[in-house]
T-cell receptor, first 118, second 112 residues
Framework: GAVVSQHPSRVICKSGTSVKIECRSL??????MFWYRQFPKKSLMLMAT?????????EQGVEKDKFLINHASLTLSTLTVTSAHPEDSSFYIC??????????????FGPGTRLTVL | SQKIEQNSEALNIQEGKTATLTCNYT??????LQWYRQDPGRGPVFLLL?????KEKRKERLKVTFDTTLKQSLFHITASQPADSATYLC???????????FGGGTRLMVKP
């Protein structure tokens, strides 16, 4: 099956620093990847859609200058949290879309990255 | 506005019984519906997809129904095991290229 990896799995940083999270599709090419944020006991909140070779599409209320997304290849998307603050502490999850032959949008998720900003 | 509702309260059942989880939606006409499993501190794992023209889908101990008239999907786990304990998310999609919209998830606890 489709495998998506994320790195790092956990990161602790000081307020004001930037953190980069990588998302890779290991056994398929993903022209589209998604970045979600999840608070404890809450559902996934879509932050942005990352398209290979073009600018990301951000959801309403998500600051694109704070959450920089780069999708430079068909297997890698990165999310950089710039000038992180404690309120950015959360569980960040990426997914890669596999349209398959039927066209249905099945998303395969990475294991997530726990970000803690001190 | 679009709304996807899953029971936010945890579902507690005894091992061996059938667990049934509900996903209701309003103001939405999905082309397909998916169920995912999420364990604490982990990303969701895809389980099943069912299309709007399908009434039922099965995979091993899992069964999903999709009633577009009631705007509801039911997710069943038969012969439940403690290892089935997790949060289950439903997600709706319209057609190729469109994003999935996730429900809030229901936590299932299977007691031995």
């Amino acid at each position: 099956g489709a495998v998506v990896s994320q790195h790092p799995s956990r990161v602790i940083c000081k307020s004001g620093t930037s953190v980069k999270i990588e998302c890779r599709s290991l056994d398929f090419q993903a022209t589209t990847m998604f970045w979600y944020r999840q608070f404890p006991k809450k559902s996934l909140m879509l932050m942005a859609t990352s398209n290979e070779g073009s600018k990301a599409t951000y959801e309403q209320g998500v600051e694109k200058d704070k959450f920089l997304i780069n999708h430079a290849s068909l297997t890698l998307s990165t999310l950089t949290v710039t000038s992180a603050h404690p309120e950015d502490s959360s569980f960040y999850i990426c997914s890669a879309r596999d349209l398959g032959s039927s066209g249905a949008d099945t998303q395969y998720f990475g294991p997530g990255t726990r970000l803690t900003v001190l | 506005s679009q709304k996807i509702e899953q029971n936010s309260e945890a579902l507690n059942i005894q091992e061996g019984k059938t667990a049934t989880l509900t996903c209701n939606y309003t103001n939405y006409s999905p082309a397909y519906l998916q169920w995912y499993r999420q364990d604490p501190g982990r990303g969701p794992v895809f389980l099943l997809l069912i299309r709007e023209n399908e009434k039922e889908k099965r995979k091993e101990r899992l069964k999903v129904t999709f009633d577009t008239t009631l705007k509801q999907s039911l997710f069943h786990i038969t012969a439940s095991q403690p290892a089935d304990s997790a949060t289950y998310l439903c997600a709706l999609g319209r057609n190729a290229g469109n994003m999935l919209t996730f429900g809030g998830g229901t936590r299932l606890m299977v007691k031995p």
